[in-house]
Structure formats: C-alpha cells, structure tokens
C-alpha cells in the first residue's frame, strides 16, 4: 500500500533533522513521525545547506507577497475609477432630477431676454 503524499512543516523538518543529529536512529524517527525514512537524508542536506533558516523561508516566500500585493493594488485602483464612476454618474443623475422634464414634452424650454423677433 502506498502512502498519500503529504507536505511537512518547516518546523517538523527542523525537528527531524536536529534530533538525528542529537543521536536518533533514522528509523526511530521515521517510525515515530510517521515519514518515510528516504525522507530523512533529503531534509539533512537542506538542513545543512540552510534551506530551514527562518531567513531562507522569508526569501523563498517574499516574492510570492509582492505578486500577491501587486495584484491586490490592481484591484483597489480598479475599485477606486469604479467608485468615481459611480460617484460621477449619480451627481449627473440628481443634475437631471432637479430641471423639470415629461417624458411627453421633453425639458422645459429657457426664457428669451425679449431680444428674439
């Protein structure tokens, strides 16, 4: 029977690794993690070669939040030309309210000054 592949923390990696290092057989710790012993040396090399520093993670995760937050700041500018729009649209539409008009005879016509034969 095959295992459903999982994804392990940092942390538990973290936590792997430095009690191999403090003296625990690999197959102790496979057994009582539950992981696959194969696993153990892959996580030591990252280990040694810093992959588990906080720092690292930061690194790998930092472009992913500036995607992230670039995406976010499309979507406010978009929300932002929207909401003039809006805000535009309904100043237009309570302009129009205010002259009188029927659907009939249209908008009431402007008064002359007399200078009209």
């Known amino acids: 029977m095959t295992k459903k592949h ?3 923390s940092t942390s538990k990696k973290r936590e792997v690794v430095e009690a191999y290092f ?3 057989s690999m197959r102790a710790l496979s057994q009582r ?3 696959c012993r ?3 040396p892959i996580w030591i090399d990252k ?3 810093g992959e588990f520093d ?3 993670i930061e690194e790998e995760l930092l472009p992913k939040y500036e995607t992230r937050i670039a995406a976010l700041e499309r979507l406010v500018g ?3 030309l929207e909401i003039e729009f809006l805000k535009t649209a309904r100043a237009h539409t309570r302009s129009q309210r205010n002259g009188s008009t029927s659907v009939i005879t ?3 016509a402007s008064r002359s000054d007399g200078g009209a034969n």
Do not use: M
């Open 47 to 49: 280990y040694e070669r």
């Open 78 to 80: 978009r929300q932002a």
């Open 106 to 108: 249209g908008p009431s």
């Open 6 to 8: 999982r994804r392990h």
């Open 33 to 35: 993690h539950d992981i």
């Open 22 to 24: 403090n003296g625990e």
């Open 38 to 40: 194969t696993l153990i």
């Open 54 to 56: 906080d720092d690292a």
